[in-house]
């Protein structure tokens, strides 16, 4: 009989970072618990984290590389996909340049250590233009705005609710009791939003729904989906009307406050109260309370972002908080300052641009060096010089996930050449050619790289594999540095060269950005001192020394390395939020820019759409406290009980179309239509339906028996490819005109 062993670490289905205690017998995972010792958690946990255990010994996911025959798909070994690969992606850039092979990453990577710190490589190594990722049907708004407001990539410049001593939070198009925070990193949501009303904070959400948060705030009010912008704006009309602007920690620190005034002059609450649905004395009176509360944060998320006007909501967000002092306060809006800097390894520049070239075919503009997500089917699609002709997919769903979904699978069918690096066989990936599997999150270590930029308190955790993969499966990590490897000639090299020319990038970077904190350090000295000999592992050794808290490579001894965080497996913490402001700004003036061009210029539109009669019935989305965007549905605990994809519809709406509660509704948008069960519900407003993502399995030449049992429908055939926010590029995923009819007419 094997022996039991406990082995900790975060879980990986949310942003959360929620410790788990995982209860193993040789490679097996008996059980799966919240780890009470976690100082960030202290034993929270959601049902999905029992998902690790399924996911570990789900029959559907792919162990070994797969390739799509006539007959069906067969089993290679890993040498032989990668020199396929290699060859066939080889040959379609030799005859149509490297911006005919398009890459996209998916939401999973943030949480694949090995994957997120090895993506930048393939990215070379790829070299093309057509470079894509779920930011666009997620947080692209965030980072236009934050960028050009203070000057950082992201996500350093996004400034992240101090949730545990704020006096006031304004939650607007979030629902953290479900999603459990997004771009605000903290486990117990829940728990944290109690927190706030239980030592005499007030909790506000303003949504179109009335949400799980809703619930347990003092308050609710409900907006049209899109009426975001105008109602912030017609916030900070009325702060600047009753005088009570005040700058806080960024007086003298900002630019365009004048601007900014000028702006919002014509968005009165008065003038903004019917196209957003807010009555002009909630929003007037809920701009008192924010500029009255000790402290306070706007926090906005997903329904600020995938909207119609996201960048101008998200800045609506931030200049609420900067201009009611509440930016780099505590209990306001504050900057992480994590243990392992991984930015530090990022080209260092002054500034923040977007558009520095253009989409081929619809002209939009790239941010970080992509293209908004929105335009890859187009790319596919659109013949020319330039077309996408092949395309390799890092863990992402796109035909359930992305808008426009019919096309999109349209678009994948009709590829020269489709490579997923993915675990299931799914909507998406049934189209590839070659399916690369990597291990289970339960099968490899991990550090969050990513989402401790943006916790709510400073921590560091090490995650260990429950179980190690079995003998010969390559982790993420070597996946993709060997795919590197292949596309960029160096097929010759060993893992180890190629890893150190890895680490010799991320060395040179953080020595470059981080040379103030440690003078005289060099990278003879970091390489010659590192503990670990390959991998993400040694990287994150590097980051968390050269780090804020790190040793410095014995320059301060008590300081953090590896070693000492992997003495505490629970995790430590490293004390709350500090005021960071001036060192975090990285604009050319050195300042916060109040009232970007990007911004200002696209005032003109909203104002615009606000003449319009609207009167439409829109779609907005709904997540499930049980699954994660599209690839949870397998996990046969997850998906029992009570149908969830179903259209909520509010009680007039359905009595005015004569639908009840079980009946079948077809809803139509300018590009598809679907079917779906109704609820009637008042938890939504009038004119709003709601429709979750992520589903639509059941479909011919997938392997994903249990979530084809419990199809559901995809809601992202009824949105639109071509409605965006201008600004950004964002897919409006939230806010679809749609007609709605009995499924019988
Ligand atoms: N209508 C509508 N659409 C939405 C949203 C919405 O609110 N409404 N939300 C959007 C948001 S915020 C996001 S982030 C996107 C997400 O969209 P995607 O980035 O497409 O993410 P998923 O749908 O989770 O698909 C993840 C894929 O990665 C694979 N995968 C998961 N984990 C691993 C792993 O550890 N290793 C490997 N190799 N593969 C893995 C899965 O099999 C699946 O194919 O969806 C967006 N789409
Ligand atoms: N259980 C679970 N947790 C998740 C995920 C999941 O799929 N399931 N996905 C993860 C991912 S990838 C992300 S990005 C986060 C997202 O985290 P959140 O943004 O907190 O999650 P959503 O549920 O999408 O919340 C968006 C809210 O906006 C509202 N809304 C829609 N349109 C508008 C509008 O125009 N204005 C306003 N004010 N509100 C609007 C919706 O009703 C909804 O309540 O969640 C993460 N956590
Ligand atoms: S909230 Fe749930 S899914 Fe998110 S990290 Fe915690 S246990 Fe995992
Ligand atoms: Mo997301």
């Not at 009426?227 to 600047?240: E, I, N, S, T, V």
Request: aromatic content about 6%; some cysteine.
């Amino acid at each position: 009989m094997p022996n039991r062993e406990t082995v900790h670490r975060v879980c990986p289905f949310c942003e959360a970072t929620c410790g788990l205690s995982i209860e193993v017998e040789g490679d097996a995972i008996v059980s799966v618990r919240g780890d009470k010792e976690d100082p960030f958690s202290r034993g929270f946990l959601c049902p999905k984290a029992y998902g690790l255990k399924e996911l570990h010994h789900d029959p559907d996911r792919l162990r070994r590389p797969v390739r799509r025959t006539a007959s069906g798909w067969e089993e290679i070994s890993w040498e032989e996909a990668y020199r396929e690969i290699g060859e066939r992606i080889g040959r379609i850039r030799r005859e149509h340049g490297n911006d005919a092979v398009g890459f996209y990453t998916g939401n999973p990577v943030v949480h694949d250590l090995g994957a997120l710190l090895y993506r930048p490589l393939l990215e070379r190594a790829l070299g093309t233009r057509n470079s894509f990722n779920s930011s666009a049907i997620d947080t692209l708004p965030k980072i236009v705005q934050t960028g050009l407001m203070f000057g950082r990539p992201f996500p350093l410049g996004v400034p992240v609710p101090d949730i545990d001593r704020t006096d006031y939070l304004l939650v607007i198009g979030a629902n953290p009791v479900v999603s459990h925070g997004s771009l605000m990193t903290m486990p117990d949501a829940p728990g944290r939003l109690k927190a706030v009303r239980a030592r005499g904070g007030k909790l506000v959400v303003v949504d179109p729904r009335r949400t799980e948060t809703a619930r347990i705030a003092d308050e609710h009010v409900f907006i049209r989906p899109g009426g975001d912008a105008a109602f912030l704006f017609g916030m900070l009309h009325a702060l600047f009307e009753e005088d009570r602007v005040d700058l806080g920690a960024a007086s003298g620190l900002v630019n365009g406050l004048d601007e900014v005034r000028g702006v919002v002059e014509g968005f009165a609450p008065e003038a903004v109260a019917e196209f957003s649905g807010v009555p002009a004395e909630t929003t007037r009176r809920l701009a008192r309370e924010i500029a009255a509360a000790e402290s306070a944060a706007c926090y906005g998320r997903l329904g600020t972002c995938v909207q119609e006007f996201g960048t101008l909501a998200s800045w609506g967000c931030d200049l609420v908080n900067v201009l009611t002092g509440n930016l780099d306060r505590p209990g306001g809006v504050m900057f992480t300052t994590p243990a392992a800097p991984v930015d530090a390894a990022l080209p260092q520049s002054k500034g923040y641009e977007i558009g520095r070239w253009h989409s081929r075919v619809s002209g939009q503009p790239e941010v970080d060096g992509k293209v908004p997500s929105s335009t890859m089917a187009e790319e596919m699609l659109t013949p020319g010089p330039g077309q996408v002709r092949a395309m390799l997919l890092l863990m992402t769903n796109p035909v359930c996930s992305a808008a426009n979904s019919r096309q999109l699978d349209e678009a994948f069918a009709q590829l020269e050449f489709l490579v997923a690096v993915d675990f299931y066989i799914n909507e998406t990936t049934r189209h590839a050619h070659v399916i690369l599997p990597t291990p289970a999150p339960s099968e490899h270590a991990g550090y969050e790289v990513g989402l401790y930029l943006l916790s709510v308190r400073n921590v560091a955790k090490w995650s260990w594999p429950a179980v190690e993969p079995g003998e010969g499966v390559p982790d993420s990590w070597q996946v993709l540095s060997r795919l590197g490897a292949e596309l960029m000639g160096l097929r010759g090299m060993s893992e180890q060269e190629v890893d150190d020319l890895v680490l010799g990038q991320y060395v040179a970077g953080s020595l470059a950005a981080l040379q103030e904190r440690w003078p005289g350090l060099t990278a003879g000295e970091v390489t010659a001192r590192l503990e670990s000999r390959v991998g993400p592992e040694r990287l994150v050794e590097l980051l968390l020394r050269v780090g804020p808290y790190g040793d410095g490579f014995g320059r301060v001894p008590d300081g953090l390395t590896l070693a000492k965080l992997r003495e505490a497996p629970s995790g430590l913490d490293l004390g709350p939020l500090q005021p960071r402001l001036p060192e975090v700004l990285n604009t050319t003036s050195g300042k916060v820019e109040l009232a970007p061009k990007t911004m200002t210029g696209d005032v003109a539109r909203l104002r615009a759409r606000m003449e319009e009669r609207a009167g439409e019935m829109v779609l907005i989305g709904r997540r499930e406290l049980r699954y994660s965007n599209s690839f949870m549905h397998n996990l046969p605990a997850l998906v029992k009980g009570p149908e969830k994809c179903t259209l909520h519809i509010s009680p007039l709406d359905a009595e005015r179309i004569g639908l009840d509660t079980g009946q079948v509704a077809r809803v139509f948008s300018r590009v598809g239509h679907v079917e779906a069960r109704v609820e009637v519900t008042d938890d939504l407003m009038p004119g709003v339906v709601s429709l979750p993502h992520g589903w639509g399995h059941g479909v011919s030449g997938t392997r994903m028996r249990v979530a084809n049992d419990h199809p559901g429908v995809n809601a992202n055939v009824l949105t639109d490819d071509r409605a965006y926010d201008v600004a950004s590029g964002t897919a409006v995923l939230m806010g679809t005109p749609v007609k709605v009819t009995p499924a019988g007419e």
